[in-house]
């Protein structure tokens, strides 16, 4: 009696811990790279950029671009929302930016990746234009440390869509 009890809440407390212990090493490990320096990873090469939403004097969203010469593609990144500012458009606006972006810098198309579980963001991508181009499973986190137990109870789909602006 005690083991299925116990059992159901150890479990659902290792989820828990290798969650957010995955998390906040994605986020750690975000911190120290672009986003410590946006200017140098997103300003100052040719083919990027990043924005900022502003409403009511608040940073209520972001969203950047990376160009990539080589096969002519800008990557839509690190698009996100404050959560009391979602459903009024600004993530749409954001997307917009960068797409009009990838218009005038002459890109042929739009590339993200996201692990987003919510539906709205990709339903969100798709009312942009974007076509679901593909899935991989059991996706790692840059920062995580792929032991047994994390693969157990964190595990994540890494969606890919593109957009064709114009063929090369």
């Given at each position: 009696f005690l083991l299925t009890c116990c059992l159901?809440?150890?479990?659902?407390?290792?989820?828990?811990?290798?969650?957010?212990?995955?998390i906040l090493h994605y986020l750690d490990c975000a911190l120290h790279t672009d986003m410590s320096d946006i200017e140098q990873y997103y300003m100052k090469p040719p083919g990027?950029?990043?924005?900022?939403?502003v409403l009511d004097g608040n940073v209520v969203g972001?969203?950047?671009?990376?160009?990539?010469?080589?096969d002519n593609t800008v990557e839509l990144r690190r698009m996100s929302v404050d959560s009391n500012y979602r459903g009024?458009?600004?993530?749409?606006?954001?997307?917009r930016k960068v797409l009009e972006f990838?218009?005038?810098?002459?890109?042929?198309?739009?590339?993200?990746?996201?692990?987003?579980v919510k539906m709205a963001a990709h339903k969100l991508y798709e009312s942009l234009g974007f076509k679901h181009v593909g899935v991989v499973e059991h996706y790692a986190l840059p920062g995580m440390t792929?032991?047994?137990?994390?693969?157990?109870?964190?595990?994540?789909?890494?969606?890919?869509?593109?957009?064709?602006?114009?063929e090369e």
């Open positions: 159901p809440i150890l479990l659902m407390g290792m989820r828990y811990y290798f969650s957010r212990k995955v990027s950029c990043f924005w900022v939403a972001i969203v950047a671009a990376r160009g990539n010469e080589e009024k458009g600004i993530a749409k606006a954001l997307g990838a218009v005038l810098n002459n890109y042929s198309s739009v590339v993200l990746g996201t692990t987003a792929h032991s047994l137990l994390e693969r157990m109870f964190f595990q994540l789909r890494y969606h890919r869509y593109r957009l064709q602006l114009r």
